[in-house]
């Protein structure tokens, strides 16, 4: 069974509308961490953002948000006020185990987001 | 040099060549990471590295040796590889102990084997 699912393969949204982008994970640690990474076509991974397993609130960093929903096992990234420059692949991970730890991570088949003029 | 470094960027190698791959950390960070990216599928976790002792081995095949002398570089050695370990291979670096401990990931090195 796949640990990060992401069911949107791609996406197209109109400049400056908001997109939201579905992860769903599977996990049976309580102590887990969840990320956002953003990858451009040149290739390198650029992290958004993270949610930890305990953390009540729902992270936010800028244009980006996540709506964590532990009972449903979810972690949508949020991205308002699209930009052209938000075009890319975005990934949804998992890290299982300890905060802070040297876990590797798990990641989703991702999702590549078009944003149209 | 800032981040997290990688060379080659591109590698075309035959089946029966060896070469390596080198990534280096200029962040302090102490747990460095080699994840595969091939076509249409996720991002694979191959090798994990903390203070320099490997701590998990994605039960990856031994024609890719990893190889960690200290904190800030991390080598893959190639040999004997086939045609379906063309992809990209990304380094990754974090620091272990914060709340976060975000990857930074290098720009990758795209293999081609022929």
């Given at each position: 069974?796949?640990?990060i699912t992401?069911?949107?393969?791609?996406?197209f949204v109109?400049?400056?509308?908001?997109?939201t982008l579905d992860c769903t994970y599977d996990t049976s640690d309580q102590s887990y961490g969840l990320f956002w990474y953003k990858q451009p076509s040149s290739g390198e991974m650029i992290f958004l953002i993270y949610q930890g397993s305990y953390d009540e609130q729902n992270a936010t960093e800028g244009r980006?948000?996540?709506?964590?929903?532990?009972?449903?096992?979810?972690?949508?990234?949020?991205?308002?006020?699209s930009q052209l420059g938000d075009s890319a692949m975005y990934?949804?991970?998992?890290r299982e185990g300890q905060r802070g730890g040297a876990d590797g991570l798990t990641f989703g088949k991702g999702t590549h987001l078009i944003i149209q003029p | 040099e800032t981040g997290v470094t990688q060379t080659p960027r591109h590698l075309v190698m035959g089946m029966t060549n060896k070469k390596s791959l080198k990534c280096e950390q200029h962040l302090g960070h102490?747990?460095?990471?080699?994840?595969?990216?091939?076509a249409k599928k996720p991002l694979e976790l191959m090798f994990v590295y903390n203070f320099k002792e490997q701590t998990e081995n994605n039960s990856v095949p031994s024609r890719f040796s990893p190889e960690c002398p200290n904190s800030s570089h991390l080598f893959l050695h190639l040999h004997t590889l086939q045609p379906?370990?063309?992809a990209l291979y990304l380094c990754a670096?974090?620091?272990?102990?914060?709340?976060v401990s975000e990857q930074f990931f290098g720009p990758g090195t795209r293999l081609t084997v022929l």
């Amino acid at each position: 069974a796949q640990k990060i699912t992401q069911t949107q393969p791609g996406m197209f949204v109109q400049e400056k509308e908001a997109v939201t982008l579905d992860c769903t994970y599977d996990t049976s640690d309580q102590s887990y961490g969840l990320f956002w990474y953003k990858q451009p076509s040149s290739g390198e991974m650029i992290f958004l953002i993270y949610q930890g397993s305990y953390d009540e609130q729902n992270a936010t960093e800028g244009r980006y948000s996540l709506n964590f929903q532990k009972a449903r096992k979810s972690a949508n990234l949020v991205i308002s006020a699209s930009q052209l420059g938000d075009s890319a692949m975005y990934f949804c991970a998992m890290r299982e185990g300890q905060r802070g730890g040297a876990d590797g991570l798990t990641f989703g088949k991702g999702t590549h987001l078009i944003i149209q003029p | 040099e800032t981040g997290v470094t990688q060379t080659p960027r591109h590698l075309v190698m035959g089946m029966t060549n060896k070469k390596s791959l080198k990534c280096e950390q200029h962040l302090g960070h102490n747990a460095m990471y080699w994840y595969k990216q091939s076509a249409k599928k996720p991002l694979e976790l191959m090798f994990v590295y903390n203070f320099k002792e490997q701590t998990e081995n994605n039960s990856v095949p031994s024609r890719f040796s990893p190889e960690c002398p200290n904190s800030s570089h991390l080598f893959l050695h190639l040999h004997t590889l086939q045609p379906e370990d063309s992809a990209l291979y990304l380094c990754a670096s974090s620091q272990t102990g914060t709340s976060v401990s975000e990857q930074f990931f290098g720009p990758g090195t795209r293999l081609t084997v022929l």
